[in-house]
């Protein structure tokens, strides 16, 4: 592996961990404000590019339904 490729798949998995820590905090947050969530839900997080869950990361404060944090 050359030091390019090396550092681009460094890179790559530092921003999968990003994103997954961004959906484990959106995730308690939720669960901390509005409850057990749905498969749906949970699809809708697992999906979810990690502009999308930061986006969505302040908005549990925001909303007083749990569809709301989404929209």
Known sequence: ??????QE???MHHQAGLQ???RNILRRQ???????LSERIEAKLNG?????????IDRPYEV???EDVFR
């Open 1 to 6: 592996m050359t030091r390019n490729s090396a």
């Open 9 to 11: 798949w460094k890179d």
């Open 20 to 22: 997954e820590e961004a």
């Open 30 to 36: 939720l669960v901390r404000r509005f409850g057990s």
């Open 48 to 56: 979810a590019s990690r502009e999308q869950l930061e986006d969505w």
């Open 64 to 66: 007083e339904e749990l």
